[in-house]
């Protein structure tokens, strides 16, 4: 991964339940979401920029809702 891939990535914003989480950095918010559901470990599945390749808005948001189906 390059280094300016990567810097977008820890610059994203990811949320659960409200609760935002951004790579890299430790959220006890998210720990606790965590224990509530009896988890230890969690992930993001999302379908926006399938493969890192920046795409428009209104297919990401059409490919999102695919994933929740």
């Not at 920029?49 to 209104?58: C, D, E, F, I, V």
């Amino acid at each position: 991964m390059n280094a300016r891939l990567l810097r977008a990535y820890r610059a994203t914003r990811y949320q659960a339940d409200g609760i935002p989480v951004f790579v890299g950095h430790f959220s006890p918010q998210m720990d606790a979401l965590l224990r509530r559901h009896k988890a230890r470990v969690g992930v993001f599945v999302t379908a926006w920029n399938q493969m890192s390749l920046r795409m428009p808005a209104g297919w990401n948001a059409r490919m999102q809702r695919a994933v929740m189906e």
